[in-house]
T-cell receptor
Framework: GAGVSQTPSNKVTEKGKYVELRCDPI?????LYWYRQSLGQGPEFLIY????????DSGLPNDRFFAVRPEGSVSTLKIQRTERGDSAVYLC??????????????FGPGTRLTVL | QKEVEQNSGPLSVPEGAIASLNCTYS??????FFWYRQYSGKSPELIMF????GDKEDGRFTAQLNKASQYVSLLIRDSQPSDSATYLC???????????FGTGTRLKVLA
């Protein structure tokens, strides 16, 4: 079916505002990842879901960041009290979830977040 | 020390030449290694992965893994201008789904 989709593609917000970024993974993929990529850097791991639960959230930078995946499919990354330093491309990826440490991830197009 | 290191480049090669991209990693428990290509303004797309020591070939691409030396490389034969992109190395470890990416190497293939 379709690949990983993310909405919105671009989000401009003001410092201090709340934003939600959405990810729709490939159908049947149980594993879902959020990454953040700044210019000139590789993707930085934020959080990983296996099914509905966050199996590893060690990459979330602070408690302003939160992510959910209530039904084991679509995920939402939520950022409270946005700061200019949060500006980046937020990438979502999904994988079949069958091989720990060896699953192939497929990336969505990303959401470019700009905090003014 | 960064967990996954890549030379940022740019690496410039003439069209038709072999491009060699390298990646080193620090965690000896790492077991899976991925190469992604990322065009400017686009998301990463998987080129190939390798799990075992040695070479793995897929068309014009060859991945080479040396676990003893903790490095993995990607060779691109007959480089084309369309190969110009940033190449990201990603490393996975058994027991975790947390993958660590390098900063990427920018490749320029000159026509």
């Amino acid at each position: 079916g379709a690949g990983v989709s993310q909405t919105p593609s671009n989000k401009v917000t003001e410092k201090g505002k709340y934003v939600e970024l959405r990810c729709d993974p490939i159908s049947g993929h149980t594993a879902l990842y959020w990454y953040r990529q700044s210019l000139g850097q590789g993707p930085e791991f934020l959080i990983y879901f296996q099914g509905t639960g966050a199996a590893d959230d060690s990459g979330l930078p602070n408690d302003r960041f939160f992510a959910v995946r209530p039904e084991g499919s679509v995920s939402t990354l939520k950022i409270q009290r946005t700061e200019r330093g949060d500006s980046a491309v937020y990438l979502c990826a999904s994988s079949p979830g069958k091989t720990s440490g060896g699953d192939t991830q497929y990336f969505g197009p990303g959401t470019r977040l700009t905090v003014l | 020390q960064k967990e996954v290191e890549q030379n940022s480049g740019p690496l410039s090669v003439p069209e038709g030449a072999i491009a060699s991209l390298n990646c080193t990693y620090s965690d000896r428990g790492s077991q899976s290694f991925f190469w992604y290509r990322q065009y400017s303004g686009k998301s990463p797309e998987l080129i190939m992965f390798i799990y075992s020591n040695g070479d793995k070939e897929d068309g014009r691409f060859t991945a080479q893994l040396n676990k003893a030396s903790q490095y993995v490389s990607l060779l691109i034969r007959d480089s084309q201008p369309s190969d110009s992109a940033t190449y990201l190395c990603a490393v996975g470890t058994s027991g975790t789904y947390k993958y660590i990416f390098g900063t990427g190497t920018r490749l320029k293939v000159l026509a």
